[in-house]
């Protein structure tokens, strides 16, 4: 065996692009096809050529080479060498196998090699089960055969004990700690022959890796598929932009559908509002629902409902049912009572009225917001009407008397009944001629109707109702009233 740095005619210390122009150089002189005279030999040469260059060129094997240089081209240890083990070393250049099919193949001669290892180390494991990968042919599978094979022997670690390699022999230890010192320096060299009986193996696997045809044709395998996995990654991509293309399309056309019903919506509801414009005026009470009691209108029914059960409401209630109680038990008295007496007790009773009117507006005036303290104003005006009218059409009585009762001092009417208190059993009352008294008061129902829309309704507290909802209520004149107490007091004078 000839040393590659003799084959490529370069020094052993020299770099890379020496030895790469150097090969080149030989490669062109060595080339069968320049030799046609001398195709056999050119071939041998050429191929010793070849593989003088990868092992320079790679600078792991290069490392390997050097350091074990003699003991490559001697073609293993020296004689004196006691180890039986397969000498690899033969085994790191191309010339030990002829192509790579038949019996001197790459397949066949790397194949007995590690089919040698595993059997030196099959006396040494314990497990006779244990049983190493092989190398295999040129047709055997990545994944089952060449894949497990190279993963197992690249992270190779025998298990020979390499006891031939020790130093000093422990029958020679004097006593207890002499015979552990000498187990101790064996022991370091057997580490040592182990650590470098691995070496060796897994420098054949990386060196027997490179050139395997089938390690080739998995790299060519794996950049398809990553070829063909970045087209798929790519036509994934275009199918998306495709899709997000269509929905932001269909999301276009769905916003344009949208805006347009979204416009006729606001032209119905400009039509519907047009049209409603007009009887708005006209029907404000019957739009929204409304409480009578409390005067108060609401959005929604549920929102009259929830009010219906309110506290607030429910006093409201039980206030306006004992008014009107206390205003037919006044219409309804007896005409046997005196026309004075009636007529301070409606005035007192319409008073007390105002009063409970006032109170309510009060209260209802802290609860309520500045909207509702207006209509509270409203409410207060139409109950002065209400109570005007019923100072007028109690007893239906003339103004002018009307008038001149309530004028009348209560002192001078305290003084005439003690006067009278004062008269003697028997003496005789003069009682004033039928024409002087006042009229007697009509206590049977009277119906009542609207100056406004000319409604008629059987009772003064419908007809209350009525005004206190629409809002009908009008101020009546009282000028001649005055006038009249003037003449009658004038004529009383």
Request: contains cysteine; proline residues 4%; aromatic residues 8%.
């Amino acid at each position: 065996m000839k040393c590659h740095y003799e084959l490529l005619e370069v020094a052993r210390d020299a770099d890379d692009d020496v030895i790469k122009k150097s090969y080149r150089k030989l490669a062109l002189k060595w080339h069968p096809d320049k030799n046609p005279d001398n195709i056999e030999e050119t071939t041998k040469y050429f191929a010793l050529l070849q593989n003088a260059y990868e092992v320079l060129s790679d600078p792991h094997e290069r490392a390997f080479y050097d350091k074990h240089r003699e003991n490559i081209l001697k073609g293993g240890f020296e004689e004196d060498y006691k180890d039986e083990a397969l000498d690899l070393f033969q085994y790191f250049s191309s010339s030990c196998y002829r192509g790579f099919t038949g019996d001197k193949g790459f397949y066949s001669v790397y194949g007995h090699v590690f089919e040698v290892l595993s059997n030196e180390d099959y006396d040494f494991v314990d497990d006779p089960a244990v049983r190493y990968p092989q190398f295999g042919q040129a047709d055997s599978d990545y994944d089952t055969v060449v894949g497990p094979f190279y993963g197992f022997w690249t992270s190779f670690n025998t298990a020979r004990s390499f006891v031939w390699l020790d130093k000093y022999d422990v029958r020679d230890g004097e006593n207890r700690a002499h015979v552990r010192a000498i187990e101790a320096e064996n022991k370091k060299y057997r580490d040592a022959g182990k650590a470098e009986r691995n070496d060796q193996i897994r420098e054949l696997v990386r060196f027997i890796r490179k050139r395997d045809p089938r390690i080739k044709a998995y790299r060519e395998l794996l950049e398809l598929r990553q070829i063909e996995a970045k087209k798929k990654q790519e036509e994934h991509r275009l199918k998306q932009i495709q899709k997000n293309k269509e929905r932001m399309q269909a999301f276009e056309e769905d916003e344009a559908a949208k805006a347009a019903h979204r416009a006729q919506l606001e032209e119905i509801m400009a039509d519907l509002e047009g049209s409603s414009c007009n009887s708005d005026s006209e029907n404000d009470g019957e739009l929204l629902p409304h409480c009578v009691v409390c005067n108060k209108s609401f959005k929604t029914e549920n929102a009259l409902t929830n009010h219906m059960t309110s506290k607030q409401h429910k006093k409201q209630l039980q206030e306006l049912k004992k008014h009107m109680k206390e205003e037919d038990a006044a219409l309804f008295e007896t005409a046997s009572a005196e026309p004075e007496a009636k007529t301070e007790k409606a005035s007192e009773q319409s008073k007390k009225s105002k009063r409970r009117a006032k109170k309510k507006n009060r209260a209802w005036d802290d609860n309520s917001d500045e909207s509702e303290k207006e209509e509270v104003k409203q409410d207060e005006k139409v109950e002065e009407v209400q109570s005007e009218l019923a100072n007028l059409d109690l007893g239906e009585a003339k103004p002018e008397e009307t008038e001149v009762v309530e004028d009348e001092n209560p002192k001078e009417k305290t003084k005439k009944r003690r006067r009278a208190a004062k008269k003697p059993a028997g003496a005789v009352v003069e009682v004033p001629p039928p024409d002087d008294l006042e009229p007697e008061i009509d206590t049977q129902p009277k119906t009542a109707s609207c100056d406004k829309c000319k409604e008629f309704f059987e009772s003064r507290s419908r007809l209350f109702a009525h005004l206190k909802e629409t809002g009908h209520a009008t101020l009546i004149d009282s000028a001649p009233m005055t006038n009249g107490k003037k003449q009658k007091k004038g004529k009383r004078k």
